[in-house]
T-cell receptor, first 117, second 113 residues
Framework: GAVVSQHPSRVICKSGTSVKIECRSLDFQATTMFWYRQFPKKSLMLMATSNEGSKATYEQGVEKDKFLINHASLTLSTLTVTSAHPEDSSFYIC?????????????FGPGTRLTVT | AQTVTQSQPEMSVQEAETVTLSCTYDTSESDYYLFWYKQPPSRQMILVIRQEAYKQQNATENRFSVNFQKAAKSFSLKISDSQLGDAAMYFCAYRSGTYKYIFGTGTRLKVLA
């Protein structure tokens, strides 16, 4: 099946710094990618929808200036957490939509654990 | 706005037995999809089964089947012949026409040997 990778798998950064998380579709071109945030023992919360070549669409309550999303190519979307604070510590998951469709139309990455100290 | 509710934070089942996980949702849309995802300790989301709202027939994937009641907006997952590897968090999800997913709060399934 299609594979979506995320890098890094885990990252620790200091408060006030920025950190970039990459999401790649490895064997298909993803016109749309999604970014989710998952708090410990909680559900996945959609943060934003990323379309290749256009600005991301953020969900209500998500600070677009803090969570910068770039979808520069059909296989890569990046999430940059700017001026990170401890409350930004979380598990971030991306998913990529395969426009070819079928049963497995959206594939999830393995996630990135961000810890802000 | 659409919502997805999973009222069972945790369920337990004996190995080889059957368990049913509940999910209800609310929407005003007529065209949508429903999914069950499994999230093991690795945190990788794994698709278990999906149901198109326009199909009356309940989806089945090997030991996994759903009971889709559109009028009641209910979408439960039945796992037959439970195996130790089935232990995980299970999320019910709703997908709208814009491909955005809305997830329930999850049910942690424990399989007892």
């Amino acid at each position: 099946g299609a594979v979506v990778s995320q890098h890094p798998s885990r990252v620790i950064c200091k408060s006030g710094t920025s950190v970039k998380i990459e999401c790649r579709s490895l064997d298909f071109q993803a016109t749309t990618m999604f970014w989710y945030r998952q708090f410990p023992k909680k559900s996945l919360m959609l943060m934003a929808t990323s379309n290749e070549g256009s600005k991301a669409t953020y969900e209500q309550g998500v600070e677009k200036d803090k969570f910068l999303i770039n979808h520069a190519s059909l296989t890569l979307s990046t999430l940059t957490v700017t001026s990170a604070h401890p409350e930004d510590s979380s598990f971030y998951i991306c998913s990529a939509r395969d426009p070819a469709g079928g049963l497995y139309e959206q594939y999830f990455g393995p996630g990135t654990r961000l810890t802000v100290t | 706005a659409q919502t997805v509710t999973q009222s069972q934070p945790e369920m337990s089942v004996q190995e080889a037995e059957t368990v049913t996980l509940s999910c209800t949702y609310d929407t005003s849309e007529s065209d949508y999809y429903l999914f069950w995802y499994k999230q093991p300790p690795s945190r990788q989301m794994i698709l278990v089964i999906r149901q198109e709202a326009y199909k009356q027939q309940n989806a089945t994937e090997n030991r996994f089947s759903v009971n889709f009641q559109k009028a009641a907006k209910s979408f439960s997952l039945k796992i037959s012949d439970s195996q130790l590897g089935d232990a995980a968090m299970y999320f019910c999800a709703y997908r709208s026409g814009t491909y955005k997913y809305i997830f329930g709060t999850g049910t942690r399934l424990k399989v007892l040997a």
